[in-house]
């Protein structure tokens, strides 16, 4: 399979790189990603890495395997951005293919369970987003004991929020230059996407709904090609390539935009949401 694999440990982000095609997760030595805590088994859990994608199976484990905060009861195909818990241990599916990154969704909230919420397209039975919503692991942001979302009425909280997981970003990418763009639909909490420019060269890549792109984005409103994320001269830009329902920006339609840090401008009815990394 082309694209690659790998789970972060969302307690220490630890990455381990999903580079077999049977891996067992567990607490025990011989596992391929072993995690020494008391609630997850000795043999907890096995990814199974196939052509279509990544597989998980919970082996009869005493707390259990959840994704988006359901237990497991048989084998599941992952998506990128998924979270998954063996027991009470948080991990991120991420793709690392083509140098984008697909990454979950930090929110602080209340509950230590993961929560979960779907939104389901109509128009596509296929194109079913699953939103994350779990406590800020340790480390990725110094704003200890304050309850900060990215979707909260309050907006300096919201915009702390923002800026603690560009940081966290910029950290990962090692002092590669990248962009990160948070996609809002209504209520929910944003899902993220970032690319990274690790040679600093003229770069672009596709978006749209479609999993032939670089960047996926599934929502009614944005067409299966929408359009070009662009890197030159040290300036990222969007472009439209004939989607149905465009570009906009400040209520205008426009076929090419010049970002800057923090700008808003909506593809299809979708808010975003672009900050730079390491400029």
Same mark, same amino acid.
């Given at each position: 399979?082309?694209? +690659?694999?790998?789970?972060?440990?969302?307690?220490?982000?630890?990455?381990?790189?999903?580079? #077999?095609?049977?891996?067992?997760?567990?607490?025990?030595?011989?596992?391929?990603?072993?995690?020494?805590?008391?609630?997850?088994?000795?043999?907890?859990?096995?990814?199974?890495?196939?052509?279509?994608?990544?597989?998980?199976?919970?082996?009869?484990?005493?707390?259990?395997?959840?994704?988006?905060?359901? =237990?497991?009861?048989?084998?599941?195909?992952?998506?990128?951005?998924?979270?998954?818990?063996?027991?009470?241990?948080?991990?991120?599916?991420?793709?690392?293919?083509?140098?984008?990154?697909?990454?979950?969704?930090?929110?602080?909230?209340?509950?230590?369970?993961?929560?979960? #919420?779907?939104?389901?397209?109509?128009?596509?039975?296929?194109?079913?987003?699953?939103?994350? &919503?779990?406590? @800020?692991?340790?480390?990725?942001?110094?704003?200890?004991?304050?309850?900060?979302?990215?979707?909260?009425?309050?907006?300096?909280? $919201?915009? =702390?929020?923002?800026?603690?997981?560009? $940081? +966290?970003?910029?950290?990962?990418?090692?002092?590669?230059?990248? @962009?990160?763009?948070?996609?809002?639909?209504?209520?929910?909490?944003?899902?993220?996407?970032?690319?990274?420019?690790?040679?600093?060269?003229?770069?672009?890549?596709?978006?749209?709904?479609?999993?032939?792109?670089?960047?996926?984005?599934?929502?009614?409103?944005?067409?299966?090609?929408?359009?070009?994320?662009?890197?030159?001269?040290?300036?990222?830009?969007?472009?439209?390539?004939?989607?149905?329902?465009?570009?906009?920006?400040? +209520?205008?339609?426009?076929?090419?935009?010049?970002?800057?840090?923090?700008?808003?401008?909506?593809?299809?009815?979708?808010?975003?949401? &672009?900050?730079?990394?390491?400029?």
């Amino acid at each position: 399979m082309n694209n +690659k694999y790998m789970l972060i440990y969302l307690k220490n982000n630890k990455e381990f790189i999903l580079d #077999s095609p049977s891996m067992l997760v567990g607490r025990s030595d011989s596992c391929h990603i072993q995690v020494d805590v008391g609630n997850m088994s000795r043999e907890h859990a096995r990814i199974h890495v196939k052509d279509d994608g990544v597989y998980l199976q919970d082996l009869h484990s005493t707390n259990g395997t959840f994704v988006g905060g359901k =237990r497991l009861s048989e084998n599941r195909l992952l998506q990128p951005g998924d979270i998954i818990q063996f027991g009470e241990e948080e991990f991120s599916l991420q793709m690392i293919d083509n140098e984008v990154t697909i990454v979950g969704v930090p929110v602080q909230v209340k509950s230590k369970r993961a929560e979960s #919420s779907i939104v389901e397209d109509e128009d596509e039975e296929d194109s079913t987003m699953l939103f994350q &919503a779990y406590q @800020l692991p340790p480390g990725w942001s110094d704003l200890d004991g304050d309850t900060t979302d990215f979707n909260s009425k309050d907006n300096e909280a $919201k915009e =702390r929020a923002i800026a603690a997981y560009v $940081k +966290k970003v910029a950290l990962a990418f090692k002092g590669a230059k990248g @962009l990160v763009m948070f996609f809002f639909v209504e209520d929910e909490p944003p899902s993220i996407r970032s690319v990274s420019n690790k040679e600093d060269v003229e770069k672009s890549w596709s978006f749209g709904r479609t999993e032939s792109n670089d960047i996926v984005f599934r929502h009614q409103s944005i067409s299966e090609k929408h359009g070009l994320i662009s890197y030159s001269g040290g300036r990222w830009s969007i472009e439209d390539t004939d989607s149905t329902n465009g570009i906009w920006q400040d +209520k205008n339609k426009v076929e090419k935009l010049e970002l800057s840090d923090g700008l808003h401008f909506h593809v299809g009815t979708v808010e975003v949401r &672009a900050h730079f990394v390491n400029h």
